[in-house]
């Protein structure tokens, strides 16, 4: 939709960063959300123009490539679990994102809505009005919980919605588009620890961090990049209580045909072979309970016990998945068993409750038979289709505070005007 009066939709992750305008469909670009010292954080040496790239251009190279242990890079990432680590870095990181995606011209100048985690604090907040009122100039800012806003892009204005991305997870309720943010709950397990995981498992079975080379495996080290494509490849969630021929069944045709075929080519034209404990228990951390907290399930139930019983109920109505990790293969599945075995003892809340009322069964979304129209694959790229779609309304300029009233007024304006 090419539109005058559109605004920049700006969704910084702790793996990538999507950016594009409203009223698209999917972001313009996705990006590394990385500062990188020696390359180019994109390949864009000059910027074409937008409807020169109507496609959403991936260029990906993950968070989930940071090695814990790896002091020495000069990478900066300035986001990691889902916190902005140093505004001054993201504030760099955000102008190379601006400067090779909208260039800068006109186009780098439109209102801007911003998604924040569910996690942040206010005086993060305020670090990132600052930074993109007076670091990158713009006209006017609105700043959206992603949760909220995945929760639109999936059709709904109720729910619980269930993020999980490369650096953090998090379980948040959603009532009438507002996120319920003292029932809001975080887990630290997402994308980036299945791939070191993977990475672990790889090479205890190959004898190096991965185990490249032909054949069964060489010596020569993956690089946490390339296991990640193999994560997003091959990986797949198992169900509830493991294995089986019933749960091979159960983990989708994608999975079914990565099991098949259990061979992942490298650029060199080496093969790495993939065990079926590679391609199935990386995936266990996200729902492991860890030092006495539960994995993501157990969060979304103690999010929806944290709420009103009658707020519950459309919360029960309504669990929808957003982001990149909730792709692989099975876990819509795997985390519907989960959830309803941490609701009312598996009935899912479907049994009388104390009062005699029969609850709403739980429904989560997307189904794994039942496809929800219009939203299944962009999951993905959720908060960012939410923010899409909430700046493409008329009413938008009702959550936007203009450079004048941030001026008068400060962060203020934004806290009570924010979604
Ligand atoms: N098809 C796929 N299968 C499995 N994992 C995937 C797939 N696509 C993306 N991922 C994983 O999703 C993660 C990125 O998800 P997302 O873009 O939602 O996170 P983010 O916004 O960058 O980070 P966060 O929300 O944690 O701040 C990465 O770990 C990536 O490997």
Redesign the pocket.
């Known amino acids: 939709m090419e539109d005058e009066g559109c605004s920049i939709v700006l969704?910084v992750?702790?793996?990538?960063t999507k950016i594009g305008y409203s009223g698209d469909d999917l972001p313009l670009s996705v990006l590394p959300?990385v500062i990188v010292s020696a390359a180019p954080v994109s390949d864009s040496r000059d910027t074409p123009s937008r409807a020169q790239r109507p496609e959403c251009r991936e260029c990906y190279r993950?968070?989930?490539s940071l090695h814990p242990e790896d002091h020495a890079t000069r990478d900066i990432w300035p986001?990691q679990k889902?916190q902005c680590q140093s505004t001054a870095d993201l504030e760099t990181l955000l102008h190379n994102v601006f400067r090779t995606e909208l260039g800068s011209g006109a186009e780098a100048q439109r209102p801007v809505l911003l998604t924040e985690?569910p996690s942040t604090t206010r005086a993060r907040r305020a670090e990132a009005a600052e930074l993109l009122f007076e670091g990158l100039k713009a006209p006017a800012l609105s700043m959206c919980n992603t949760a909220s806003l995945s929760l639109f892009a999936a059709g709904r204005t109720r729910g619980l919605v269930v993020?999980c991305?490369?650096?953090?997870a998090h379980a948040v309720p959603v009532f009438e588009g507002y996120a319920l943010a003292h029932a809001a709950l975080r887990v630290d397990a997402?994308?980036?620890d299945v791939?070191l995981r993977l990475a672990q498992l790889l090479q205890q079975q190959h004898g190096s961090s991965g185990g490249s080379g032909s054949g069964s495996g060489g010596s020569a080290p993956l690089s946490l990049d390339v296991v990640?494509a193999i994560?997003?490849r091959m990986?797949h969630v198992l169900p509830r209580g493991g294995g089986g021929a019933a749960a091979e069944e159960d983990i989708g045709a994608a999975a079914a045909a990565a099991a098949a075929d259990m061979k992942y080519e490298l650029p060199d034209g080496s093969i790495v072979r993939i065990s079926g404990e590679c391609a199935a228990e990386p995936a266990e951390v996200l729902f492991e309970n860890k030092h006495g907290r539960g994995g993501l399930a157990s969060a979304a139930a103690a999010a929806i016990a944290m709420c009103d019983e009658q707020v519950r109920t459309d919360l029960r109505g309504a669990v929808v998945l957003s982001?990149?990790?909730t792709?692989?293969p099975g876990f819509c599945e795997r985390f519907a068993q989960e959830l309803e075995a941490a609701i009312d003892g598996g009935s899912g809340g479907a049994a009388p409750a104390a009062d005699g009322l029969v609850r709403r069964p739980l429904t989560v979304v997307p189904h794994a038979r039942a496809r929800e129209p219009g939203y299944t694959a962009q999951r993905?790229y959720a908060a960012w289709i939410g923010g899409s779609i909430v700046a493409s309304l008329s009413t938008f300029r009702l959550l936007q505070v203009s450079r004048q009233e941030y001026e008068d007024a400060g962060a203020g304006a934004l806290h009570r005007r924010c979604l």
Do not use: N, Q, W
């Open positions: 969704d992750g702790s793996g990538s959300s993950g968070y989930d986001v889902g985690s993020e991305g490369a650096g953090a997402a994308g980036r791939t990640r994560k997003e990986c982001g990149g990790t792709m692989l993905k």
